[in-house]
């Protein structure tokens, strides 16, 4: 599979089938928190990056694992792929599983990027900064891509839009985790006007170690700040331990017993998708399960004593 991975258990969507449109790490922000690492190819170019044909024939393959969800996601920004309107009308026509998007939410200022989302049943973009200082330190942006057209573009495809429209916001303590970047991030979303807000923080190695997480206990402060108060993501679901993802955590867990790895190493070992080598290193993590380090600038895990 180069294209599909999962299903995989998902905080937000139960259980996920995901579909990765473009090159790893293809985007146009260059996140500091990001999970995935640095940014490697930054662009607005949007354009056919995988065969159509190709993502929909691996998709039919996996239609009988019954998913809650197929997601729109993967290794970069998902509305980078152009035909994404022909790939939600040929998926609507295989299976009623419900479409979700999740999309870092630059581009939809651009008309024909919005249209292209009209069919989906969720999107789910992210917000990071109130102001241009701060979507300036978090994103790191392509050049063509400023503060306002960005929230224009949230505030636009909410009006345009009749599906259900989350929003993500994401909180970085020292920076944007504070009185003042709270209340701007609050007053954005006044003007979005979503269905429903989730509140998130770092849980994952970063692109930079300067990012860090915020506690449970301040998110649940910086919560009540929005009128009205929006929900804390919970880290997951109980998905996890349905026999299905149980034999996946077995699967790492002795890999990692044998040696550490990297995420990569865990991924090709294994012949996963890395993004659900992520989702499952980070459950593991959560339970206390491993640990992690740094080694010639690579991130590795290991199993903890309670393995």
Known sequence: MNHIFGPVPSRRLGRS?????VPFKTCSYDCIYCQLGR????????KEYVPLDDVLEEL???????PDYITLSGSGEPTLYSRMDELID???????TPIAVLTNGSLLWQAEVR???????LVVPSLDGGDEAMFEAVNRAHKDISFEKMLEGLITFRREFRGQYWLEVFLLAGQSATLEEVKKLAACVKQI?????????VARPPAETYARGVSFDDMVKWAKMFDPPVEVVADFSNTFEQAEFSSGREDI???????????ADIADGLGMH?????????????????????????????????A
Do not use: W
């Open 253 to 263: 867990l002795e890999m990692l017993r044998r040696r550490p790895c990297s995420i």
């Open 274 to 306: 890395r993004n659900e080598v992520i989702k499952f290193v980070d459950h593991l993590s959560i339970d206390g399960l491993l640990e992690q380090y740094e080694l010639g600038g690579k991130t590795y895990y290991k199993t903890s004593k309670e």
């Open 193 to 201: 006007k979503p269905d429903h807000v989730q509140l998130n923080t």
């Open 17 to 21: 089938l995901g579909i990765d449109l």
């Open 60 to 66: 039919q393959s996996k239609l009988v694992s019954r």
């Open 90 to 96: 040929r998926i609507k026509k295989m299976t009623e």
């Open 39 to 46: 940014t490697t190819c930054k662009t607005v170019e949007r």
């Open 115 to 121: 249209r292209q989302l009209m069919n989906a049943d």
